[in-house]
């Protein structure tokens, strides 16, 4: 198993619905998850940070932790055109400065007005 | 607060040609710098981890001569690219490890190999 794995997509959905963002890890991937939005030709900008089982809420984002199975969800409620971008799903183990990520391929969304 | 700036935005060079890619760390000390590549359509992939005042940690089957990683000091990693090829054209990005805000990316880099 890749240590991130994540739906490539793409995925569309119709503006004001939600968008539901998937990605499952191994073990060598633990501890502390993030989701990126990147927009073509750009770089990475970070969305959510999650570390706890359960779940995180940021506005119209909320992530979901589920260590037992070895999941981790983005959801993105009234989803807006701006929205459309690729999301990484990314894992990393914690402690040092040689902190390493390993992301996902990413899952391509596309808000259609 | 946390900000990396990375240069140049895009660059385009000749095959055999190096480059020279910058990260700096504008507002706080790093004595880490994370260097990945992506290509298109592709996920980020680490590349190499710089240390300032050491060197550089590679990953498997990234090669050490061709992607040479200088941290010369704690604001400043640079990836030299040498004698590039058109394989080697791909978007090259520094990150920062992760401070209050999480991991701080530079803007990118996009290298075009012709």
């Known amino acids: 198993q890749k240590e991130v794995e994540q739906n490539s997509g793409p995925l569309s959905v119709p503006e004001g619905a939600i968008a539901s963002l998937n990605c499952t890890y191994s073990d060598r991937v633990s501890q502390s998850f993030f989701w990126y939005r990147q927009y073509s030709g750009k770089s990475p900008e970070l969305i959510m940070s999650i570390y706890s089982n359960g779940d995180k809420e940021d506005g119209r984002f909320t992530a979901q932790l589920n260590k037992a199975s070895q999941y981790v969800s983005l959801l993105i409620r009234d989803s807006q055109p701006s929205d459309s971008a690729t999301y990484l799903c990314a894992g990393g183990k914690s402690g040092g400065s040689n902190y390493k990520l390993t992301f996902g391929k990413g899952t391509l969304l596309t808000v259609n007005p | 607060g946390a900000v990396v700036s990375q240069h140049p935005s895009w660059v385009i060079c000749k095959s055999g040609t190096s480059v020279k890619i910058e990260c700096r760390s504008l507002?706080?000390?790093?004595?880490?710098m994370f260097w990945y590549r992506q290509f298109p359509k592709q996920s980020l992939m680490l590349m190499a981890t710089?240390?300032?005042?050491?060197?550089?940690?590679?990953e498997q089957g990234v090669e050490k001569d061709k992607f040479l990683i200088n941290h010369a000091s704690l604001t400043l990693s640079t990836l030299t690219v040498t004698s590039a090829h058109p394989e080697d054209s791909s978007f090259y990005i520094c990150?920062?490890?992760?401070?209050?805000?999480?991991?701080?990316f530079g803007s990118g880099t996009r290298l075009t190999v012709v």
């Open positions: 990150s920062a490890p992760p401070g209050p805000h999480g991991y701080t």
């Open positions: 710089s240390n300032e005042g050491s060197k550089a940690t590679y």
């Open positions: 507002d706080f000390q790093a004595t880490t």
